[in-house]
């Protein structure tokens, strides 16, 4: 379902390199399959495909139609990193660009925005209301503010009882404020299991109830994933997971190519950039080690970063997301006058203008020193977002392992919140403030 090219890394490295990195990578392999590996309590995402059964697709299913009978036309799905990326990038690569859904569901607690919570409440007042609360951990501080703003919006606007109804927790199963607070006010809870990390999160309720409230078919999603869950199951060097992880991994501790960047010709790709750059900078960027993963949105970004991929310091290797075929059809017309002079393209479909901008690319961009790799699917649907979703986490895995990386822990995101808890004055990091008050 996920095939990969590496022909376009040929003229950069040698076959016996290669070979060389494909047995590292299967070595990873070992050390992910056999669950041997650091963070192996971690390894629960690995077989989602075939766990996640069908009782709580119908829970899933149950909360959007509670929803659509009341008239719900807006869900607030309020998480940040791991519990909101997947949700996100699924439901902007199968929505339409333009039109109003018939139930919208936006994301907030991703920021700290206050013109953000603002112009989201503006929303609000013109909409009938619910909302889906995610935090594995129930304590992270931007979708805990999202939430009391929203949660006491909520309340007002329909009274506590009915508030209830409308509001739905992810959370763990047993700890938490979230947990505390959604057993006191009787929210219907989902549990993100405990062996499952944020980032690896998008086939639990995490992903799973956001998408399935926006309207798509989450069954396909699981389907696909199954399949390329089978199909990476295989120990080979034929493995695209295999491949791509012994690739990124040459070039990178080879051939000094430390920014890999995730190309994509799709603006409904764009927020799968961004679930690809959380999965792959927080798995593998620890202990002064990993690849600095980095995206363009093309063809937009050819007309600015494009200058710097072509010329600039030679440090980066693309991977492009290629879509093979269009799910809608326009055909560029004939124009008598042709006073724009593209008549040479009546008759063609603008897809086809894509696939020669990014073959064009790809070429200028090899001869411009930029080894890159392709990663394929046949359309964008919902089998083909599962099948994608399960092939990087896959290769991530192997990846990181590869590079003697826990890809599942997080150490470094500690740091900041440390600071802003201190500069927010939080009840217990008195000392911490007047240690950093000392420093600014
Ligand atoms: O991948 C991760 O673990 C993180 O990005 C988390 O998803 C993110 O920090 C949100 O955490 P939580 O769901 O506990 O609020």
Known sequence: MVKINLGGCDSFVKNAEYQKYVEKALAAFDTLQGGQGAGNDFLGWKTLPVDVDEKLVLECEAVRDCWNAKGVDLVIAIGIGGSYLGAKCAIEALS????????????????????????????????????????????????????????????????????????????DAAKGALKTLSTKEGYKTFVVPDNVGGRYSVLTPVGLLPIVVAGFDVRAMLKGAAAEMKELAARSADNAAVQYAAMRNLLHAEKGKAV??????????????????????????????????????????????????????????????????????VVIGSDELNLDQLNYLAGQHVNHCNAMAQLGTKIAHIDGGVPQMEVSIDRINEENLGAIFYFFEFACGVSAYLLGINPFNQPGVEAYKKNMFALLRKPGFEAQTEAILKRI
Request: charged share 25%.
């Open 260 to 329: 890999e960047i995730l190309v994509t010709y799709n603006p409904k790709l764009t927020f799968l950039a961004e679930w690809w750059k959380q999965l792959y900078g927080e798995s593998e960027g620890k202990e002064g080690k990993g690849i600095y993963p980095a995206s363009v949105a093309n063809t937009a970004d050819l007309h600015s970063m494009g200058q710097f991929i072509q010329e600039g310091s030679r440090v980066m290797f693309e991977t492009v997301i290629n879509v093979v075929n269009a799910n809608r059809s």
């Open 96 to 171: 339409h660009s333009f039109k109003e859904p018939r139930t919208r569901v936006v994301f907030a607690g991703n920021n700290l925005s206050e013109e953000y919570l603002a112009e989201l409440m503006d929303l609000a007042e013109e909409k009938n209301v619910a909302c889906i609360v995610i935090s594995k951990s129930g304590t992270t501080t931007e979708p805990a503010v999202a939430f009391r703003i929203v949660k006491e919006y909520i309340e007002k606007k329909y009274g506590k009882a009915e508030a209830s109804e409308r509001i739905v927790a992810i959370t």
